[in-house]
């Protein structure tokens, strides 16, 4: 029989009636079953979160950092038991699992360090004579309880980039998990239930669509922080109201190689960017341009190094490339390399849809009017051009609603420089791909890919408010 697993409600275990069975998306084994927080456990939620608001945000900085750094030795002696579930609910190779766990417990150990580091600024006002003998001290205060929803495909890891920096900042926070893969994190609620939390400073509760969407206008949140695709994060920052919104949403992310590239390590780099966790990455590599020159060298060692991938068991510790979340994501990628193709795409490999899985797929030719071009694929293809001026190739990267992350590789620090100050991204990365990050890094986009930062110290300026505090020496 499947494990149970209930939510965490206002600092209690809780399940309701509306029970549904989390499956392997490799093979269709039933992990665990939980349930969805029925209006009740809604209300009783964010009424804890108000409640518990009041005394996290009289939390001295010592015992935010104590609770934190609990948070970080809980996740560290968990890390292999929460590996093997973010394998098993979300469908991701073992390697990758294991990463994001270790990410997670950096993302805490950040979070430890920025907690220290909340400050504030003095203030010169004398700038004017009428204002003599004046000066401003500012603080930073947590803004309230905070409404967090997060995405699929990093199922703990962008979970805790809203909870760590919420519970650094003296915030309280109920966090919506995905559904597809809510078990991870009903795992670390185990972990949090147990650090002092102050109760019902933190809830988690996989919820209806109905329920779910109260996060969003509920003016009782003074923040929404959202993952997830471009359509659903811009309506609700629509349907929001005053409070602030933060989206870090989708891209299909272009990257540059250089005449003057090694190519053997950008083919590496890109191989990866393109099919890590089969493409369902916000800042998977979608669109590669490589000097006319390279081309036909590059495009061979890609799709050698493609052909050597293992694709199969997520559990397996030998597997590269695991399956989609679902049959309708796998199908759905068929249909748009099919309608690329007839418009004029070639296919140098994959292409097709196996069950679950999809070949991993690069093609050249397409238009880049094409959906898998011009939108979001999210899945495991990358689409090559090549380039003659490299002006080209930043005008064709800009070429985009979308704007969260771009790669240059090449050898010339002018180039490097002028990607730099062109490409209309929230992160450039020289020699690497868009896919890359570390934890603690400014991250998120503009244009339709998102509003604001995340990374801690980025975090934890949008979950605090600035108060200045004017002196006037008198006498």
């Known amino acids: 029989?499947?494990?149970?697993?209930p939510f965490y409600c206002a600092g209690e275990w809780?399940?309701?009636?509306?029970r549904f069975e989390v499956?392997?998306?490799y093979n269709d084994e039933v992990i665990g079953v939980t349930s969805f927080a029925t209006e009740q456990d809604y209300e009783d939620a964010v009424t804890a979160a108000e409640s518990a608001f009041e005394e996290m945000r009289r939390l001295g900085t010592y015992e935010r950092v104590q609770i934190l750094q609990k948070l970080t030795d809980g996740l560290t002696a968990r890390e292999d038991e929460i590996t093997r579930m973010i394998a098993q609910e979300a469908g991701?190779?073992?390697r990758d699992a294991r990463a994001e766990a270790a990410r997670g417990v950096f993302t805490f150990q950040?979070?430890?360090?920025e907690a220290k580091r909340i400050g504030g600024e003095v203030i010169p006002l004398d700038l004017m004579a009428s204002s003599a003998g004046r000066f401003g001290i500012t603080r930073r205060f947590p803004i309230g309880p905070i409404a967090g929803i997060s995405p699929f495909n990093y199922p703990l890891n962008l979970a805790l980039h809203k909870i760590a920096p919420a519970i650094a900042a003296g915030n309280t926070i109920v966090l919506k998990p995905p559904t597809r893969d809510p078990l991870t994190m009903l795992l670390m609620a185990e972990i949090l239930a147990d650090v002092g939390l102050p109760k019902g400073a933190v809830s988690v509760m996989p919820m209806d669509r109905a329920t779910g969407d109260r996060l969003v206008t509920d003016d009782r949140f003074k923040l929404l922080s959202f993952t997830g695709s471009p359509a659903v994060g811009w309506d609700m920052k629509n349907r929001a109201g005053k409070k602030k919104v933060v989206l870090e949403l989708g891209g299909n992310a272009g990257v540059i190689v250089?005449?003057?590239?090694?190519?053997e390590f950008a083919a590496n780099r890109i191989r990866t960017g393109a099919f890590s966790y089969a493409g369902q990455v916000c800042i998977s590599v979608q669109r590669a341009y490589i000097h006319r020159s390279r081309f036909e060298e590059f495009s061979h060692k890609l799709v050698e190094q493609i052909q050597a991938m293992k694709i199969g068991d997520p559990l397996d510790e030998a597997t590269d490339l695991g399956p989609m979340i679902d049959d309708k994501a796998a199908q759905r990628t068929e249909e748009w390399v099919n309608q690329a193709v007839a418009e004029g795409a070639k296919i140098l490999t994959g292409g097709k849809a196996e069950g679950r899985f999809f070949?991993?797929?690069v093609l050249t030719d397409a238009r880049r009017t094409s959906f898998v071009c011009s939108r979001e694929a999210f899945a495991p293809l990358v689409n090559l051009f090549p380039f003659d001026e490299f002006e080209d190739a930043l005008t064709e990267v800009n070429d985009s609603v979308f704007g969260l992350q771009a790669g240059v590789f090449t050898g010339r620090l002018e180039h490097a420089l002028?990607?730099?100050?062109?490409?209309?991204?929230?992160?450039?990365?020289i020699n690497d791909i868009p896919t890359y990050r570390i934890d603690h890094m400014p991250y998120g986009g503009v244009k339709d890919s998102g509003l604001s930062r995340e990374g801690l110290r980025y975090s934890i300026e949008d979950m605090t408010e600035p108060r200045l505090m004017v002196v006037n020496r008198i006498g």
């Open 1 to 5: 029989m499947a494990r149970e697993f």
């Open 14 to 18: 809780r399940t309701s009636d509306q």
């Open 23 to 25: 499956k392997n998306p």
């Open 92 to 94: 991701k190779p073992l």
């Open 110 to 113: 950040t979070a430890v360090e």
């Open 258 to 263: 250089d005449a003057d590239a090694d190519l």
């Open 359 to 361: 070949q991993p797929t």
């Open 418 to 429: 002028h990607a730099f100050e062109t490409l209309e991204v929230g992160g450039v990365m």
